[in-house]
């Protein structure tokens, strides 16, 4: 049975439909690209295939998500509040334990967050936010990760780096991505959306950057 | 051609035209027999401030600190527990609307019944309207909240969890200046309950009024103004705890301890408070039920009646001062309309305005011109329009200004005001239900307002005519309120400069 499975689903916001009749499935271990411009329907899409499995998936929303005024720390253990008691995670808000510290400090250590891991996050910069939304997703540790745009605001090398961490720890991933080569590169298939309809689905071997160009037509 | 004139200008019209109204039925009567003579003697006294009488001085400080800060730590502790489930739950609601709409010292006058004139007395005067005023604006606060991290949580996180981890920090800074505000607002009631016992500020400068001591009255002033205007620097959050702890010892030192009776406690409940007429009357007897209607007549024709009339008189006349005074005053804060040293001025002046309870200043003006209303308007107009002219001044100084602007007069009436109008009347609307608890109030100095009554059925032992009293005041109060939020949301009226 696939993981995902979305069929004929049509989205509105205020009357406006945002995804016409999409139907898709995605099967476990499969590492997908949502490609389009900006507003063809891809944020809209991931988070329905979201709430198909909220337990099991791991969420970079668009605009990261963060509580600003809590450290990076809070930020990323907030990915699995779950795990523990609440007077445990109460406890661990003021004082923060050694023992999730520990836990948490080499996935700082791949996002090159280290030396922020004290800092609230509304201090950082776009990039180290999006990169501490990352962790956060990472933490959590869910079987999938969906991921909005999750390296827009970080340079291309760091975004190598961050997709990389990504594709190590989770088999399976959604990614909405802007990035046309990042896209190619990372995942095996390309599914493309255009005024909220999949337009193409195809595996990234048999797709080149030119056969993605006509999607962005248009774009400033 | 005529100009169609907004709804706003034509509900200021409207509310100009009631107080107008109003002035032809209030006593604005000085019936002291020489008020200048008294004047420049106070004048000297203010002008020649005595800190000589340091333990009074000291005592009186600690002590209405102390009161304060256990109250409004109780009030902010219970109003933040009941504020997750304030839009959730009705009865929360009402209880919260009710227990804010009783004055501070009407709830002291209640509980110096149950407990004497003793701390308790104090603390839950303070205590327990504070949790109904916490709890409405925590909740409003806590709506505000940012809540795209949510999404984000794994299910079953818990909602203690997600709350504190998700919700809360996002608005922690806005609950913690709302907090501090509060404080300030604390130390103004803890002030103000020495004029019915407490051993806080208002008890000294009692004294020291009647004694004529007006040197002592103006040192008190000034220390609690400077105490209040460096609230943010002696109370800090972290060492907050290091206060709530301290304060009943300072309290005990001071004002000794509560002598818990439950037999007072029981008798307030099972006696005192039930209508006299059925006190010790069978419950199916029809002459006690017939007895019973003739006394709520009595109290509501008799005192019940004038009593609103003259506290929804009083109330109208200083919405009104409120309004004109706060238009009057916010330039003098404003840079636009004065150089630095004019605004210095502008601010003490404006902060020993708002500092000063209403309930003070109506006191001394009391002594210049005997009670009417007199001294009563002009205490409630300067105090609220000393705060919403502070308000709206700050506002006026952030507004984008354009270099060719005209300047002075012209600038006032064409630029500033009628871009803060909106703005100003929110604000007063809000005040509306703040300067009517207090007009209830200022009756227990002599004015004819629902408090007079009160305060009179309190002192002829007759708790039950003043429970029942009481009660109709706060229903008056929650009346206004409703009032006032209606008018705000059909004239769309925000008081926060980016809302729409």
Request: some cysteine.
């Amino acid at each position: 049975m696939a993981l995902f499975d979305l069929r004929d689903e049509t989205v509105r916001y205020d009357g406006k439909a945002v995804l016409k009749g999409v139907s898709l499935k995605i099967e476990r271990g499969e590492k997908v690209a949502l490609v389009g411009r900006s507003g063809a329907g891809k944020s809209t899409l991931l988070t329905l295939l979201h709430s198909q499995h909220p337990e099991k998936a791991a969420l970079v929303p668009h605009d990261g998500g963060l509580v600003k005024t809590l450290s990076v720390f809070h930020n990323i253990y907030m990915g699995r509040l779950e795990a523990n008691p609440t007077w445990y995670n109460l406890v661990n808000l003021a004082w923060p334990m050694r023992r999730e510290i520990e836990a948490i400090q080499p996935i700082v250590a791949d996002l090159g967050l280290a030396d922020k891991l004290m800092q609230p996050a509304g201090e950082l910069s776009g990039g180290q936010q999006q990169r501490t939304a990352v962790a956060r997703a990472l933490y959590h540790d869910g079987e999938v990760l969906l991921g909005d745009e999750p390296v827009s605001a970080v340079d291309e090398h760091q975004a190598r780096a961050v997709l990389d961490t990504i594709a190590a720890a989770h088999d399976t991933m959604v990614l909405a991505m802007h990035d046309v080569d990042l896209a190619l590169a990372y995942c095996g298939r390309i599914v493309g959306i255009q005024d909220g309809r999949i337009v193409f689905d195809e595996p990234a071997a048999d797709l080149t950057r030119q056969d993605l160009a006509p999607l962005y037509i248009g774009e400033a | 051609m005529l100009v169609r004139r907004s709804a706003t200008v034509n509900a200021s019209f409207g509310f100009v035209g009631i107080a107008l109204f109003c002035l032809i039925f209030a006593d604005l009567e000085v019936t002291t027999l020489d008020p200048w003579t008294e004047l420049g003697r106070m004048a000297w006294g203010f002008a020649t401030p005595d800190f000589l009488a340091v333990d009074q001085l000291a005592d009186a400080l600690l002590q209405t600190v102390a009161f304060a800060v256990l109250g409004v730590a109780a009030g902010s502790v219970f109003g933040f527990v009941l504020a997750p489930v304030f839009q959730h739950f009705g009865p929360v609601r009402w209880v919260c609307a009710f227990i804010r709409a009783i004055h501070e010292l009407f709830w002291a006058l209640i509980f110096i019944q149950m407990f004497g004139p003793s701390p308790l007395a104090g603390i839950l005067a303070i205590a327990i309207p504070y949790t109904g005023i916490c709890a409405k604006v925590y909740a409003e606060i806590l709506e505000e909240a940012d809540l795209r991290a949510l999404k984000t949580l794994p299910p079953g996180a818990g909602r203690i969890s997600t709350f504190f981890y998700a919700k809360l920090p996002d608005v922690w800074v806005h609950l913690k200046d709302y907090t501090f505000y509060r404080l300030e607002c604390g130390l103004r009631s803890s002030a103000v309950l020495g004029f019915v016992g407490l051993p806080t500020l208002g008890f000294y400068l009692e004294s020291f009024f009647k004694q004529g001591h007006y040197s002592e009255v103006s040192a008190l002033l000034i220390l609690f103004f400077v105490l209040i205007a460096t609230i943010r620097l002696w109370m800090r959050p972290r060492i907050a705890w290091v206060y709530v702890a301290a304060s009943p010892f300072a309290i005990a030192a001071g004002a000794g301890t509560t002598t818990f009776e439950w037999v007072n406690v029981q008798r307030f409940f099972t006696e005192d408070i039930v209508p006299a007429p059925l006190r010790n009357a069978e419950i199916l007897d029809p002459g006690a039920w017939l007895n019973f209607g003739d006394w709520t007549w009595a109290l509501l024709s008799h005192q019940a009646l004038p009593g609103i009339v003259a506290t929804i008189l009083l109330t109208q006349i200083a919405l009104v001062g409120t309004g004109i005074l706060a238009l009057a005053f916010f330039p003098m804060i404003s840079d636009r309309f004065f150089g630095r040293a004019g605004r210095t001025v502008g601010h003490v002046f404006l902060v020993i305005a708002r500092s000063t309870p209403e309930y003070v200043l109506a006191y001394i003006f009391l002594q210049l011109w005997g009670p009417s209303m007199l001294p009563a308007i002009v205490a409630l107009s300067l105090h609220n329009g000393a705060i919403i002219g502070h308000l709206i001044g700050r506002h006026v100084n952030e507004l984008e200004r354009r270099p060719d602007a005209p300047k002075g007069v012209n600038l006032y009436a064409y630029e500033v005001v009628p871009r803060v109008y909106g703005q100003f009347l929110a604000f007063l609307f809000y005040r509306w239900e703040v300067i009517m608890r207090e007009t209830a109030i200022l009756g227990i100095l002599g004015i004819h307002t629902l408090g007079f009554h009160i305060d009179s059925a309190i002192a002829d032992i007759r708790i039950d005519r003043a429970m029942l009293l009481i009660v109709i005041t706060a229903l008056l109060n929650i009346a206004i309120d409703i009032c006032s939020r209606n008018l705000r949301r059909r004239l769309r009226l925000r008081s926060t400069p980016d809302a729409a």
